[in-house]
């Protein structure tokens, strides 16, 4: 089968996830059901996972977006009664778990599509998915961090995001697999369809990203100097970091310190984490 990655293609997604949906759902053109749902849906068109689908088919889904004016948008761009529009957040608690509003408006417990982005708790929200087992599933992942860096934010009110590899690791829990990845994206298969979309090949991390360009080193030097292998950048706040040195008031080898520095690192070792 050709590679997923040849159909990347735009019609209202931002990195080909339009053209690679279209294909892995000709793929599985005899089992597929025409129910999708996509949260957060901004104003149901921009930058959609799912509107070019609803847009061909007499389609079922649910398009849930927790802002209020962007709520009004996707309701007037989607002014079918088969397309549910939900302003509310999806979350960890029962009221809001994926699950709940899921059965609440009687989706099959295998619908077609599920496309998670909320730019932060997505590998919580993917965890907490229990009774439904969407047959595709696309999830945003945070895609600054290599290939080989296991990482998850550690609370829910951060916005930090997961890993590709920590997602991967989720997905293989819940018998789902990796077929296919974009710039920002991963879309997984549940094991049950897996041969009708990639047949038995086995795809790892590393034949879905090429992290040659984010990886970056650390090291530093014996006077506390941090140095980095490339400039650091943070594409979200569309800066490029220079200079991580924490220690820019001390920067010297300590056992070169006079005694006002010695005290001065004491007092920074002390207080450190309120910094």
């Known amino acids: 089968m050709k590679d997923l990655k040849n159909f990347k293609k735009n019609i209202y997604s931002q990195n080909g996830e339009d053209g690679i949906v279209q ?39 649910l398009l849930i977006e ?15 009664p088969s397309i549910i529009k939900l302003n509310t957040f999806v979350g960890l608690k029962d009221k809001n778990k994926i699950d709940t509003l899921l059965k609440q408006n009687n989706f099959n417990i295998n619908f077609d ?34 290939n080989d860096v296991d990482f998850v934010q ?43 979309v990639i047949g038995d090949k086995d795809l790892k991390l590393n034949d879905l990203i090429d992290d040659t360009e984010i990886k970056n080193y650390i090291f530093y030097g014996y006077d506390g100097s941090i140095f980095t292998s490339k400039q650091v950048r943070l ?26 520095e010695k005290f001065l690192f004491k007092i920074y070792k002390k207080f450190k984490n309120y910094f």
Not at 255 to 260: D, G, M, T
């Open 154 to 196: 550690k609370d829910y009110t951060s916005n930090q995001g997961a890993s590709a590899l920590s997602l991967i690791k989720l997905a293989k829990s819940k018998n789902y697999h990796p077929v296919c990845a974009t710039v920002t994206n991963l879309f997984f298969i549940h094991d049950d369809y897996k041969e009708q």
């Open 235 to 260: 594409p979200w706040h569309s800066l490029v970091v220079k200079d991580l040195n924490v220690l820019y008031f001390l920067k010297k080898y300590p056992r070169n310190y006079n005694f006002f």
């Open 23 to 61: 294909e892995i759902f000709y793929r599985l053109k005899d089992f597929v059901d025409y129910q999708y749902c996509e949260f957060g849906a901004w104003d149901g068109i921009y930058l959609s996972n799912v509107h070019a689908l609803i847009k061909k088919k007499n389609s079922k889904a």
């Open 66 to 80: 927790p802002d209020k004016k962007k709520f009004i948008e996707l309701c007037k761009n989607n002014p079918s």
């Open 113 to 146: 599509f599920l496309s998670i982005d909320v730019d932060s708790i997505d590998y919580y929200i993917f965890k907490s998915l229990n009774v439904y087992k969407p047959k595709l599933i696309c999830i945003e992942y945070n895609h600054s961090i290599p």
